[in-house]
């Protein structure tokens, strides 16, 4: 499929229920990581367009918010409904625009649907509280209120999910939303919104804008119309963002990086493990927050597990992910490459051993090789600094309190995953892992049910669940008095 073909393409902005263009008519190209052709342009909007965004929300707002919850619940409901009937061709925009093989990318599609199922759902489930009072003469009432206009800004490695994820409870409690995409993969964004109009959002209340991030990104953190900024992106963006953030004392919810922890000790089944292992490394070409960054094996399954993670990996198919046998794609781009070149150089430098990969593929372009690294030392920038690509680093340990102490030494808390079979030590480990969330004989946790999120410098808020909708929330006391005249 050509992506301009598709029913679903747009390369406008859609700001108050219209496709606009940028002020300036300029653009932002946006090319295939799989051949770096270009596939389309978008809007490169600035501020003035993103006023204008936030303004139409805001206007959108009272009309929103005072719908019933059934109803709101009722246009999540088809707009869901949408996205599984048109699984294929979102599935299709976002390979073409963000490289991950396409089985992956109809697994995204069915769980960024599964949020707005969910939330469409926890609409109905507002509840507030009464409090008894000291006094005979009052009552405490707890209103439940949506918290206003809501903008997100989204990465390119989830280009559909972290847009449902952070919209779908916005929009089901009643907030309008202003969706800033990242630049890679603005077109699955504007396919959401093409259904989100079908779905009958009323105008103004869901609105994409592309263009310059940190132009648009200033305006919707600083604004004070925007009463809650969601952000999902590196930990360095996150930390700007909120402090711009603090000038109007937004709400906030930060999903940032991670550098997770997995460990195998030995008394797992090492061919979980290993499976396991192989979805949190290599999903998405190892281009997630959550993906193992760190495979901590315990001495005496050393060897059998790297010779069985090893064989997993050699079976791996590298290339476009169109091709349905591909169980790899390219990197989203050359900077993204670069930095898996130097991490991996420079944990060979100093001592590490290349099981297998260790070097670009030779299709070239942005793709590089599933690796798996033995022997890596403390001092390698891959045992601190996030890799965000196809490289495994395996460490020794000896014992279960060395590998905590290992495991927690990191300021990220996001993910984490251990392998065991012993109940005691399941709970003992679960507990004092400093991780937002723990895998336990998995490798993959994320489901719209669970709360997403992390600790430390991996954020703040929880996505997914009946808590993600707390973010959305504002409290309000109502103390009633008087009741005995
Ligand atoms: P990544 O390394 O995953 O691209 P970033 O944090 O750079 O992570 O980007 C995540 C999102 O934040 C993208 O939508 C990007 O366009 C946006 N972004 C980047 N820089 C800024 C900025 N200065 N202000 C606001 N948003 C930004």
């Not at 409904?81 to 073409?96: G, S, V």
């Not at 929880?462 to 309000?476: C, L, N, P, Q, V």
Request: with cysteine.
């Amino acid at each position: 499929m050509k992506i301009t073909e598709s029913k679903l393409y747009r390369d406008k902005c859609y700001i108050n229920g219209e496709w606009i263009e940028a002020d300036s008519r300029e653009t932002i190209s946006v090319n295939n990581p799989a051949n770096l052709e270009e596939i389309g342009t978008v809007p490169k909007c600035e501020t003035a367009e993103t006023k204008r965004a936030i303004e139409a929300a805001n206007e959108a707002w009272p009309e929103w918010r005072a719908k019933s919850a059934r109803q709101r619940s009722d246009i999540l409901r088809k707009w869901f409904n949408l996205m599984i009937d048109n699984k294929e061709e979102l599935a299709q925009i976002m390979t073409i625009e963000q490289g991950k093989p396409i089985n992956e990318s109809r697994g995204e599609i069915g769980y960024g649907a599964s949020f707005v199922e969910w939330f469409s759902e926890e609409a109905k489930r507002i509840y507030g509280d009464t409090i008894p009072d000291p006094l005979t003469d009052r009552r405490i009432i707890v209103l439940k209120q949506p918290v206003g206009v809501v903008a997100s800004i989204t990465p390119w490695n989830f280009p559909n999910a972290m847009i449902t994820r952070k919209c779908a409870p916005a929009l089901a409690v009643g907030c309008p939303v202003v969706i800033k995409p990242a630049s890679q993969t603005p077109f699955s964004a504007l396919a959401l919104a093409v259904l989100a109009e079908k779905a009958g959002f009323p105008k103004g209340t869901l609105n994409v804008i592309t263009g310059k991030a940190s132009a648009i990104g200033d305006e919707l953190a600083s604004n004070p119309i925007v009463r809650k900024l969601s952000f999902t992106g590196s930990t360095e963006i996150g930390k700007i963002l909120l402090q711009k953030c603090a000038g109007t004392v937004k709400k906030v919810s930060m999903e940032l990086g991670g550098h997770a922890p997995f460990i195998v000790f030995d008394d797992a089944n090492i061919d979980d493990a290993v499976t396991g292992a192989m979805q949190s490394k290599f999903r998405n070409t190892g281009q997630t927050c959550v993906c193992a960054n760190r495979i901590y094996v315990q001495e005496k399954v050393h060897e059998e597990f790297c010779k069985k993670f090893v064989d997993a990996v050699s079976k791996m198919k590298v290339g476009d992910g169109l091709n349905e046998e591909n169980s790899s794609g390219p990197m989203i781009d050359e900077h993204s490459l670069s930095k898996v070149e130097e991490h991996v150089e420079d944990a060979v430098a100093l001592g590490a051993k290349v099981a297998i990969g260790g070097s670009k593929h030779s299709l070239g372009l942005n793709f590089y090789q599933p690796t798996i690294l033995t022997e890596v030392t403390p001092q390698a920038k891959i045992t601190t600094e996030e890799t965000f690509g196809p490289v495994a680093p395996v460490y020794k340990f000896k014992d279960e309190k060395e590998v905590i102490d290992l495991a927690n030494n990191s300021p990220y808390g996001l993910a984490s995953y251990f392998y065991s079979r012993d109940i005691g030590r399941i709970w003992r480990v679960s507990e004092a892992l400093e991780y937002g969330m723990v895998g336990v004989n998995t490798g993959l946790t994320s489901k719209a049910e669970a709360p997403f999120g992390g600790i430390k410098e991996s954020g703040l808020g929880r996505e997914g669940s009946k808590y993600g909708i707390d973010d959305f929330i504002e409290i309000k006391y109502v103390n009633m008095c008087g009741l005995d005249k």
